[in-house]
């Protein structure tokens, strides 16, 4: 392959894939091989003849090689030579390794993004370009197939990506190793051979030394069918991203920080959209991929399917946690869980007092009876009538706390509170929302919208009535 002829196939790919436009600023990431050597002089090549751009070459010195010094400087020779400016960051990887505990290839890999997402950031760059071409793709695929992937992970590297918004863009990512090497040779480009990259003890490299070699002898186009499948399944996950997301905005309601949805809807979508759902939702809180994986998916799904429990909660790792409470399933943080406590004592009939912690404010009037029957089926579901002059003050307006109990009307004897909410099926994530109302006898006379007591009840003696009232502080305002 001639200079010529791969600048266009590269001009075709960023048409198509829409990798840049005029006058972008471009991180390019040189390690001094082959592959990167030529993604250097062909982005420059098109910056002088086909499309302005502002390249700026960035190399990485790992230290981890003695080759590693002489690299250095072909590399800022070269770009030098081309008149792009040169950016080189030394990265101490054995020191990362044994503060993050991770090996020498991701270790480096990462303290490699790291310094090349702080160019990018310094130059005001829209994108950091990456040498990596066909063959590393369909190393990558295999590598994801071998790992268990779902289909996500065959699609293989991207032809653009975001990260921590910044894009990334692999112009060569149709480009054969073999075509490189030949533009460097017929180009005399000057580039460095990394012997490390021959020792099988890496897994990529044993995939691309080893196993593609063995594939190769029952199929003889192993490497180019490898990226036919991350084409295809490019093309059916994007489809299915967009089929997951049209599913979520229509199931899934949003709210500081919360993502809940209906079992019975979750239960309507094809098995494939209720695994994208969930790793959709995943991603929009933000929970680290490291701890997304088909599993934890796989054991989500199959607990939200179950009925064998209609109340739990799982641990997704990260400070996040996900919650079913009978027909409802909520993502949230885990911070979101902390229980409300507060307690407020009314020695009179108030008129109002508000709950700040739980954004109600309760009503209080004491009126004549004057013949009105005061009947249960009159009040609200968030009313409630006493005999005032049975009543004894001062009132205590809490949260439920363990082990409340109450003589329920209508029930022989006195029943767990916990019971009340598990037979209304109130979900447990706010049961500290919904207030006791107890009087001066420690006596819990009322939980509003929930259920009544025995005490004080309204009868044909019944004088004077104390009329409570629990409302959202939110309608009294719209009011």
Same mark, same amino acid.
């Given at each position: 392959?001639?200079?010529?002829?791969?600048?266009?196939?590269?001009?075709?790919?960023?048409?198509?894939?829409?990798?840049?436009?005029?006058?972008?600023?471009?991180? &390019? %990431? !040189?390690?001094? @091989?082959?592959? $990167?050597? *030529? =993604?250097? +002089?062909?982005?420059?090549?098109?910056?002088?003849?086909?499309?302005?751009?502002?390249?700026?070459?960035?190399?990485?010195?790992?230290?981890?090689?003695?080759?590693?010094?002489?690299?250095?400087?072909?590399?800022?020779?070269?770009?030098?030579?081309?008149?792009?400016?040169?950016?080189?960051?030394?990265?101490?990887?054995?020191?990362?390794?044994?503060?993050?505990?991770?090996?020498?290839?991701?270790?480096?890999?990462?303290?490699?993004?790291?310094?090349?997402?702080? &160019? %990018? !950031?310094?130059? @005001?760059?829209? $994108?950091? *370009? =990456?040498? +990596?071409?066909?063959?590393?793709?369909?190393?990558?695929?295999?590598?994801?197939?071998?790992?268990?992937?779902?289909?996500?992970?065959?699609?293989?590297?991207?032809?653009?990506?975001?990260?921590?918004?910044?894009?990334?863009?692999?112009?060569?990512?149709?480009?054969?190793?073999?075509?490189?090497?030949?533009?460097?040779?017929?180009?005399?480009?000057?580039?460095?051979?990394?012997?490390?990259?021959?020792?099988?003890?890496?897994?990529?490299?044993?995939?691309?030394?080893?196993?593609?070699?063995?594939?190769?002898?029952?199929?003889?186009?192993?490497?180019?069918?490898?990226?036919?499948?991350?084409?295809?399944?490019?093309?059916?996950?994007?489809?299915?991203?967009?089929?997951?997301?049209?599913?979520?905005?229509?199931?899934?309601?949003?709210?500081?920080?919360?993502?809940?949805?209906?079992?019975?809807?979750?239960?309507?979508?094809?098995?494939?959209?209720?695994?994208?759902?969930?790793?959709?939702?995943?991603?929009?809180?933000?929970?680290?991929?490291?701890?997304?994986?088909?599993?934890?998916?796989?054991?989500?799904?199959?607990?939200?399917?179950?009925?064998?429990?209609?109340?739990?909660?799982?641990?997704?790792?990260?400070?996040?946690?996900?919650?079913?409470?009978?027909?409802?399933?909520?993502?949230?943080?885990?911070?979101?869980?902390?229980?409300?406590?507060?307690?407020?004592?009314?020695?009179?009939?108030?008129?109002?007092?508000?709950?700040?912690?739980?954004?109600?404010?309760?009503?209080?009037?004491?009126?004549?009876?004057?013949?009105?029957?005061?009947?249960?089926?009159?009040?609200?579901?968030?009313?409630?009538?006493?005999?005032?002059?049975?009543?004894?003050?001062?009132?205590?307006?809490?949260?439920?706390?363990?082990?409340?109990?109450?003589?329920?009307?209508?029930?022989?004897?006195?029943?767990?509170?916990?019971?009340?909410?598990?037979?209304?099926?109130?979900?447990?994530?706010?049961?500290?929302?919904?207030?006791?109302?107890?009087?001066?006898?420690?006596?819990?006379?009322?939980?509003?919208?929930?259920?009544?007591?025995?005490?004080?009840?309204?009868?044909?003696?019944?004088?004077?009535?104390?009329?409570?009232?629990?409302?959202?502080?939110?309608?009294?305002?719209?009011?």
């Amino acid at each position: 392959m001639s200079m010529h002829i791969l600048v266009e196939h590269v001009l075709q790919t960023a048409k198509e894939q829409s990798l840049w436009i005029p006058d972008d600023t471009i991180i &390019v %990431a !040189v390690s001094g @091989g082959p592959d $990167s050597v *030529a =993604l250097l +002089h062909v982005m420059h090549e098109i910056s002088q003849k086909h499309t302005p751009l502002k390249l700026i070459c960035a190399h990485v010195h790992h230290g981890f090689r003695v080759e590693s010094d002489d690299e250095a400087v072909m590399v800022q020779e070269t770009a030098e030579g081309l008149g792009i400016p040169f950016v080189m960051g030394a990265v101490d990887v054995p020191a990362y390794m044994t503060e993050s505990g991770k090996g020498s290839q991701e270790a480096a890999r990462e303290k490699r993004y790291e310094f090349l997402m702080k &160019v %990018a !950031v310094k130059y @005001g760059a829209r $994108s950091i *370009a =990456l040498a +990596h071409h066909a063959d590393d793709q369909a190393e990558t695929v295999l590598l994801h197939l071998l790992r268990g992937s779902g289909p996500s992970g065959l699609v293989g590297m991207k032809f653009k990506r975001i990260i921590k918004n910044m894009e990334l863009i692999r112009p060569l990512l149709r480009i054969y190793k073999t075509d490189l090497v030949d533009v460097c040779e017929s180009e005399k480009l000057q580039y460095a051979v990394d012997h490390s990259n021959l020792q099988t003890k890496y897994r990529r490299n044993a995939i691309r030394l080893d196993i593609l070699p063995h594939l190769g002898q029952y199929n003889g186009q192993i490497t180019q069918s490898l990226n036919q499948l991350a084409s295809m399944m490019t093309a059916e996950d994007e489809y299915m991203e967009l089929a997951a997301e049209k599913v979520f905005r229509e199931l899934v309601q949003t709210s500081d920080g919360r993502f809940t949805f209906g079992v019975p809807s979750f239960l309507s979508i094809h098995v494939a959209l209720q695994r994208r759902m969930i790793k959709l939702i995943l991603n929009y809180m933000s929970v680290d991929s490291e701890l997304i994986d088909y599993n934890k998916i796989e054991s989500l799904r199959e607990a939200i399917m179950s009925n064998l429990s209609t109340t739990w909660s799982r641990d997704l790792g990260g400070g996040f946690v996900c919650i079913r409470e009978y027909d409802i399933i909520t993502f949230q943080p885990k911070s979101h869980m902390q229980r409300l406590s507060y307690t407020y004592q009314l020695s009179t009939a108030v008129p109002e007092h508000m709950v700040s912690e739980i954004g109600k404010v309760l009503r209080m009037s004491v009126e004549p009876r004057n013949g009105m029957s005061w009947s249960r089926t009159e009040l609200g579901e968030h009313e409630a009538v006493f005999d005032a002059d049975q009543i004894v003050f001062p009132l205590t307006l809490r949260c439920r706390l363990d082990g409340d109990t109450m003589r329920v009307m209508g029930l022989n004897g006195s029943k767990k509170v916990k019971d009340i909410f598990i037979d209304d099926k109130i979900p447990p994530s706010i049961r500290s929302q919904i207030p006791m109302i107890l009087d001066g006898n420690n006596d819990i006379i009322w939980i509003p919208g929930i259920r009544r007591s025995i005490h004080a009840p309204i009868n044909q003696q019944t004088i004077s009535v104390l009329h409570l009232s629990l409302e959202d502080t939110n309608a009294l305002e719209l009011g």
